[in-house]
DNA sequence: GCACGTTTTGCACGTTTATGCAAGTTGTTA
DNA sequence: TAACAACTTGCATAAACGTGCAAAACGTGC
């Protein structure tokens, strides 16, 4: 494995967990705790973390305000976007992820929506909502994907007809379609698209043109695609993707 | 666990509670006071929070009410009791509630607890923990009760079997036992006592004695009682109910 | 192929940090 | 004031840390 590889992954489960343990890292890479803290050290160096005794978290809101805001703003404006689509009385089914979480909290108010999430900060949030029903599809909880899974997931979710689903994506590409980190998840997720009409999947710049290991649907059963206006958008519009282009 | 996440925690529960208590802490992190105290010291210099005898309480922070210090205060006391029946390793269902969600905040860590609840609020809370399994219980959710309910909340339930469950109480009474202002949630914490070897219910004082229309479990099926130490006690104690005192 | 420099990694060493315990002190309450 | 709980301080121990160094892997130029 290369080093820039593994940083990358730190770097990742840092964004996503917001802290890391370096002995948990030394056994998950097989390596000795000392390549770990100097891994760390060095990132910390560049910006990307922050030391602290047993590890590292995530760097204080402080150094890296102005991309943390830039892409909190970037799902806002997808999320504005994403909402346009729903009608009155709709049901729509919203999959886990922080760009899913600025749609949930952009729902428009007395829509008579009925909502079912799988993600239960999307859940809570939607519990103060009472111009709506919210279903909670249950399931065993990963903390890396922020997201019930499993069986039980799914049965929830196939009890369900949704005019809308709102899917969260690990990597979307023009030929490969959607794909995802894991297996439960591409299973869940492809489960949700299943019992939908419609697909939507609003997704920040950087992770167009990505892929992951697991297929979870093809291209040309995504009828919306959310995004800001970008040269990377092409490809999926060649594609004959539906594309929504956010302002 | 870090200690930086562990200050972070608390500094969450600061700004959450409004206050701290050490011994709660320590019991909760398993962890001596010593630590504890230490680790609200350098908050407390670093502007974070502000020491107070027995615990500490956010810097600037504006006072709670009396009523709602006070009730907050018998939650804490009767979710610190709570979690003391759990064992390493044991499977718990947490119904929806106040002082539920007061016995979830209160879980201890690495205890390797697998944790199922029908109630957003609380399965939000739990998000956050790495340390233990989570299973959110979906269905319907209900605004008024906080919960899921419905048959997919019961069917969600009877895949499980629990070693404990902890029961939210609208009414308890003596004689009649549990009750319930909702059909719809009488089934579902009847479903939930099913699949449980045993139940408890914490529950403040101003509820003992009271009933409720829709019957959800004889008292000889409550295992624990979890109240303040109160004359109204008495009678079930009497009624044969093995009562737990918080303290 | 071979010499050379660079990068990566693990190990040894001394240092720092976190934690619990013991002893003595201070604050709270009856 | 007496009893008790909470507190501070000092100390011991174990874990994590940083640094320096050497071995191995790798690419590069001759």
């Known amino acids: 494995m290369l080093t820039a590889q593994r940083k990358q992954i730190i770097q990742n489960e840092l964004s996503r967990a917001g802290r890391v343990v370096a002995r948990d890292l030394a056994q998950r890479f097989d390596l000795s705790e000392d390549t770990i803290r100097r891994d760390l050290r060095q990132m910390a160096s560049a910006g990307l973390c922050q030391r602290v005794y047993g590890g590292a978290v995530a760097p204080s809101a402080g150094g890296l305000t102005d991309r943390h805001d830039h892409l909190a703003d970037e ?73 019930c899974l499993g069986p039980e997931t799914r049965a929830a979710t196939a009890t369900l007809q949704a005019d809308w689903l709102f899917l969260g994506t690990c990597g979307l590409d023009p030929t490969v379609g959607v794909t995802g980190f894991d297996a439960g998840e591409a299973e869940v997720k492809a489960t949700m ?31 919306r695609l ?22």
Chains 1, 2 share one sequence.
Do not use: C, W
């Not at 019992?195 to 892929?211: C, P, Q, Y």
């Not at 206006?229 to 929504?244: A, C, K, M, T, W």
């Open 226 to 247: 959310i995004a800001l206006d970008q040269p990377e958008l092409i490809p999926f519009v060649d594609s004959g993707v539906s594309v929504l282009a956010a302002d």
């Open 193 to 223: 698209a299943a019992f939908s009409d419609r697909t939507a999947i609003a997704v920040t710049g950087e992770k167009l043109g990505t892929t992951a290991p697991f297929p979870i649907l093809r291209l040309d059963r995504v009828h």
């Open 75 to 147: 799902k806002q404006r997808l999320a504005r976007a994403a909402v346009t689509l729903l009608q009155p009385g709709q049901t729509v089914m919203i999959d886990a992820g922080s760009t899913n979480t600025a749609i949930a909290r952009a729902l428009p108010v007395n829509m008579n929506l009925t909502v079912a999430t799988n993600a239960p900060d999307i859940a809570q949030i939607l519990t103060g909502r009472a111009d709506l029903r919210l279903i909670v599809l249950g399931g065993h909880y990963h903390p890396d994907l922020g997201a």
